[in-house]
């Protein structure tokens, strides 16, 4: 489902002509957003509710340059959830394409903001739009990558 869309501001571009890594990062945070809103925990309801979601863990996959002005939009599948938690995967395509220019996927923590902040389940309504959210399409192509250099053999040398 496509929840968010932006275009490349000249200010998020960097000195390759291209969006800047951390802006990667800004404008899926921005659709994170946008998915709390879509289940329900929309402004009003985190401060009436004293609720919120925090970011556990991001991943961010580069995988096409994307350049100033372009209009970027965010599409996002729930992989897995719990009673506190959402696995939420996004990709970010330019324009009409449909080959991603770059994918993420986040753990998002449920948060009780009353007092100290604290893990608490889902209130049922959310719980309730977050399961009628989540999909059974094939799973993320971006999804669950680990980053690290491949093991070397001992007689290996070093290209440095």
């Known amino acids: 489902m496509a929840i968010y869309h932006d275009t490349v501001k000249p200010e998020w ?3 390759n002509g291209h969006l800047r890594d951390a802006f ?10 946008a998915f709390m809103d879509s289940i329900g925990l929309d402004d009003a309801t985190r401060r009436a509710r004293h609720r919120t979601m925090y970011t556990l863990e991001a991943h961010v996959n580069f995988l096409r340059e994307i350049k100033e002005g ?3 939009r965010i599409e996002a599948q729930v992989l897995a959830r719990d009673a506190k938690r959402v696995h ?3 990709e970010m395509f330019e324009g009409d394409s449909r080959e991603p220019v770059s ?11 009353t007092g100290d902040p604290k893990a608490a389940p889902f209130d049922a309504d959310i719980a309730e739009r977050i399961a009628a959210s989540s ?10 990558r680990v980053i690290g250099l491949p093991a070397r ?8």
């Open 13 to 15: 571009v960097d000195y």
């Open 24 to 33: 990667y990062m800004l404008i899926y945070s921005l659709a994170t957003d």
């Open 70 to 72: 372009a209009q970027v």
């Open 88 to 90: 939420l995967y996004l």
């Open 103 to 113: 994918a993420s996927e986040q753990m998002l923590l449920h948060i009780d903001t």
């Open 135 to 144: 999909s059974d399409a094939p799973r993320a192509r971006y999804a669950g």
């Open 153 to 160: 053999s001992s007689a290996a040398t070093d290209p440095a």
